[in-house]
Each structure stands twice: as C-alpha cells, then as structure tokens.
C-alpha cells in the first residue's frame, strides 16, 4: 500500500501526517528549546558584561564559545539515534585514554591537574564526560532487557566507576561525583529494582568515613567551611560570606546592572564564573534571580516533555539523564554559592564563563533533539 492508499483509507491519518510536516522537522531541531536556551545565553552575556568588570573581551570570547555551542548542537540533531549507539563505546573509551593523558601530562592550575594543553587552547576531558558516561550507560542498557539484572547493574556501575575514580585523582571532586549521578540516573530511569538502589545507599553511607580519608586537604576545609563559614572569615570562609552577602543585599529589586558593590569592587571573588549567580542578586535582586529560574524551569520542562515523547529505550534513557544531570548543575552551583552545599567549583549552566562547559551542554541538548526528533519522524 502507497501513501496516497492510506490515506484514501484512512484519510484522518494522512491529514495528520501532511499537517505534521513542516520546516522544523527537516532540521531535527525543536524550537522552543533553541529560542529557551538563546535567551538564556542572552541574559548569561548580559550579566557577564557586569561580572567581568565591564570587560567586552570576556564578552566577545564567551558569544564566541555560545555560538560554536550551538553549531555543535545543531551538528549532533542530525545524526541518527543509531550512529550514537554505534559509536557511544569508542568515544566512551578515548574519554577514559583522555582522562589517564591527564594524569601524565596534563596541565595544571591552582592545585589540580584537570587539561590536555593544545596549540591555542587548553582542553578538559572530565567536561566530555558529563556527556560520553550517560550515553555508554544507555548503550549498553539499552541492548538488555530492562529493567537491568543484578549483573548488568553492576557492569553499569563499572562503567560509572572508571571515569569517576580518573576524575577524583585530577582531583575534582565536585566534577567527578556529578558525572557519576549523570550516570546513576540513566540506571534510575531503566527501572531499576529498589533494593538495589537501597542496597547501593547502605554501601554509599559506610563508605563516607573512607572518602573523608582520601580527600585532600583544601577539599575536607571546604565542608568544614561549610558547616562553619565564619571559622576562617578571611580565608577559607571568605568566598562564601561575601556571596551570601552579596545575595543579601540586593534585596527584590536590587542595585541596578553595574551597580553592585561586592562584585564591582571585588569583594567577592569568581564573580564571572562560579560565583556569578551572586552577581545576579545583587544588581538584579530576586526579581533577576526569580526570571533566570524560571527560564531554567522552562528548558527543564520542555526537555523531560521530550523525553516521554520517545518510546525506544536507549532515547528515554539518555534524554532523561542529560535533563536531570542539567538540572542538578543548576541545583549545585545555586546551592553552593548560597551556602546551602560546600562549594564544589560547579559553574551556573550557559551563565558562568567557559568554553568547553558550555560546548559539553550544547552538545547534550543536540543528542536530545536528535533522539526526539528522529523517534518523531519513525512516529509519523
């Protein structure tokens, strides 16, 4: 049977099928994501431009890494679900050969050995892996019977283990217990059985008192700032009570753009990067950090929308991890910078200066628009 006899058949389903049709289904984008995060990348070059000291270059460089972000996304919503299972292992086992290049003959900065210097630029691996972990934990999930056995749960935590313990060694310890819940949560939406997850929880308590012994020194300072900030005021605890009195102090409307005191006069240090979000209630005041919330609400929605829009496995199980793990970046940085969780050195997603952060979650958004729109074209 042609087109043209189902839809003499069945001429409801040929009307849906002409009407779906349209410009946006050619390019495999989705629309209301891309205009979300462009206004989101609008505002974080708004704020930055206050952030950096009025610095236009930090500007220029930051517009520059947004755009090559969204080419890389618009790139990756073109390829088949299929080419990313097909090469989700190879890419997952250079992630791991970059990571132990780094222990060897990477470069460091203020205490952690974290890039591979390249001509131009320095490159850091940990970032890919927020995306290479989540995407071999669905294509290795995704070819099983779901939800996963006690075996091929543990080979997933395997999987989860290896690039975790590289990133810890850098070390980066806010980094790598972030890309090992990206992939924990593609374990939480393949249906895995509670006791598992319980016994997982019991293991992960009695083996606490042993990472307090492997972390460094300025990482266990880190959590006793946190219980107690104003133990060192002008040291350890500087950094967090000066955003929380920058947060404080600007009140619902705020100082106005470039009107803050504690960012302008550099009281508060990282302004542009993971503190920035301190910058925002300042010279914003809650009604700035109130906009900026709910255009993350709007892309968290509009990606956990999509995912239940997909019905293979693997497409399900990626595009809900790389929501939730968005999510959990804007829920760490914001709680870190208010002094609600030790500060990890997570920067605010598409607000905080960086390059290879901001190229990693593009890229992310780009495998979530390629496994929504290309299970919408099999749908249609």
């Not at 299929?82 to 203020?110: C, D, E």
Request: proline share 4%; with cysteine.
């Amino acid at each position: 049977m042609n087109s043209r006899d189902f839809e003499r058949t069945m001429p409801e389903a040929g009307h849906h099928l002409r009407r779906k049709k349209g410009w946006w289904s050619y390019t495999h984008l989705d629309a209301w994501m891309l205009f979300f995060l462009f206004v989101l990348c609008c505002f974080g070059l708004f704020v930055l431009y206050s952030a950096s000291g009025q610095d236009v270059d930090y500007v220029i460089r930051q517009a520059i890494r947004i755009g090559a972000g969204f080419a890389v996304l618009i790139v990756l919503a073109q390829f088949s679900p299929r080419i990313l299972i097909r090469w989700a292992p190879w890419v997952y086992a250079a992630g791991v050969v970059l990571l132990l290049m780094v222990m060897f003959f990477g470069v460091g900065a203020k205490g952690a050995q974290r890039w591979i210097a390249l001509p131009g630029f320095r490159f850091q691996p940990s970032e890919v892996m927020k995306l290479i972990l989540p995407l071999m934990v669905a294509c290795y999930l995704a070819k099983r019977s779901l939800p996963p056995s006690f075996k091929h749960s543990l080979i997933s935590l395997v999987l989860i283990g290896m690039p975790t313990v590289l990133i810890m060694r850098q070390p980066d310890l806010g980094t790598s217990l972030l890309i090992a819940a990206s992939g924990v949560f593609v374990l939480l939406f393949s249906g895995i059985r509670w006791r598992y997850i319980l016994g997982a929880l019991g293991i992960a308590a009695a083996a606490l008192p042993g990472l307090w012994m492997v972390m460094k020194d300025y990482q266990r300072q880190r959590v006793l700032t946190f219980m107690d900030p104003e133990s060192d005021p002008l040291g350890s605890g500087w950094n967090i009570i000066q955003s929380k009195t920058a947060i404080g102090s600007g009140g619902v409307w705020g100082k106005g753009w470039l009107g803050g005191t504690q960012s302008q006069l550099d009281f508060l240090p990282e302004s542009h990067t993971d503190f920035i979000i301190a910058v925002i209630a300042e010279e914003l005041g809650f009604i700035g950090v109130a906009a900026l919330l709910f255009i993350y609400i709007l892309i968290v929605g509009r990606g956990l929308w999509m995912a239940t829009r997909v019905s293979d496995s693997f497409g399900r199980l990626v595009a809900g991890s790389i929501v939730l793990t968005f999510f959990v970046y804007v829920v760490v940085n914001i709680g870190m910078v208010s002094g609600l969780l030790p500060v990890v050195g997570v920067p605010l997603p598409m607000i905080s200066y960086g390059g290879t952060s901001i190229v990693t979650l593009m890229a992310g958004f780009g495998i979530l628009m390629s496994v929504y729109s290309h299970k919408q074209m099999v749908m249609r």
